[in-house]
């Protein structure tokens, strides 16, 4: 068929404008794009290739499209990133297919990085998700120093649940000398989401428990760029949910899309004192690669075999905790 449905990709730049990508087996394939709402512009290129671009939606609120071939195939998906101002990898993290056919619900679980820099705008955004639960993965220095802004009303809960890999002291300490090249950081990296998988199950264990505690959670993990801590988060939520790892692994990629090294190294100069640091030595801090997470979900099978026995063993999750999980999260 002309419309591959698990191509369709929607998201929001921080303009208010939406795009709207696909693939289609055939080049000449007609699709039609149409907002849920009714409302917007649609504007299709002279070469009637993807993205469409769709202008003219309310800012304020999170929007589905209805995506149509001239074959009769539709596909009604949700923008995947929101087009925050002040967290530019805000990210919906449902609407992926199951093992057994399912379908992750649009419009329940959010993914981010720090929330301090949320403008106005932002905020009637955010308001609008009606979240129940926010869980804070950065250490507790990094909340205290860079507060979330969150809505005034029907503030969601947050949990800090502050995540610091126990090779950090050494790290810090050896950057201090002086690191060249990109291996010292990318390897430690690597280790990094060895540690995600090894030595903080105890609090991504906390995070499902917190998920559970409350009835339909809509829920945000969020670390400070929302693409380590935050990235093994929703790896694990999704395989709990019986999302294939293929799949998983598309999603913790789309940060390259969102998420741009270039543009944080002074933030992440003056956060962890590395002036003296050259660029390129700092980078793959900043970048994601697959290796990264593949080499926590390595860990997973080493340790217990299997992720259906790491949800039991060390997650704590009963099946009668996921089968709750997938009667929620999933259509």
């Not at 967290?87 to 679980?109: I, K, Q, S």
């Not at 990094?142 to 809960?157: F, S």
């Not at 947050?158 to 126990?166: D, F, K, Q, R």
């Not at 990296?189 to 906390?206: G, K, L, W």
Request: proline share 5%.
């Amino acid at each position: 068929m002309p419309l591959d449905p698990e191509s369709v990709h929607i998201w929001r730049n921080a303009d208010g404008v939406h795009h709207v990508a696909w693939e289609a087996s055939s080049a000449d394939a007609e699709i039609l794009v149409e907002p849920l709402s009714g409302e917007g512009h649609v504007e299709y290129p002279a070469s009637g290739q993807a993205p469409v671009k769709v202008t003219g939606l309310a800012r304020d609120s999170q929007h589905r499209f209805r995506v149509d071939d001239q074959r009769g195939n539709q596909v009604v998906a949700g923008e995947r990133r929101l087009g925050f101002q002040g967290a530019p990898n805000f990210r919906d993290f449902g609407g992926y297919v199951t093992e057994d056919g399912r379908r992750v619900r649009w419009g329940f679980l959010y993914r981010s990085g720090q929330l301090s820099t949320l403008s106005d705008e932002d905020l009637a955004l955010l308001a609008s998700l009606e979240l129940d639960l926010v869980c804070d993965f950065r250490r507790v220095e990094e909340q205290l120093n860079d507060p979330n802004r969150l809505p005034a009303q029907n503030t969601p809960r947050t949990v800090s649940l502050p995540i610091e890999p126990g090779s950090n002291a050494r790290f810090f300490e050896e950057a201090e000398q002086g690191w060249t090249g990109r291996d010292p950081m990318f390897n430690f990296m690597v280790h990094i989401n060895h540690d995600f998988a090894e030595s903080q199950s105890e609090t991504y264990a906390r995070m499902f428990r917190e998920i559970l505690a409350t009835d339909q959670a809509r829920f945000l993990v969020h670390c400070a760029a929302g693409k380590d801590r935050t990235g093994f988060a929703v790896a694990i939520i999704l395989l709990a949910l019986g999302v294939p790892r293929d799949t998983v692994m598309r999603d913790y990629m789309l940060t390259r899309q969102f998420f741009i090294p270039a543009h944080e190294l002074t933030r992440i100069r003056g956060k962890y004192d590395m002036q003296h640091v050259e660029e390129e030595a700092i980078l793959p801090m900043l970048e994601v690669h697959e290796v990264y997470l593949q080499r926590a979900l390595e860990t997973i099978d080493e340790l217990h075999g299997s992720v259906d026995r790491y949800l039991s063993e060390a997650m704590g999750l009963s099946e009668a905790d996921l089968e709750e999980l997938r009667r929620r999260y999933l259509d």
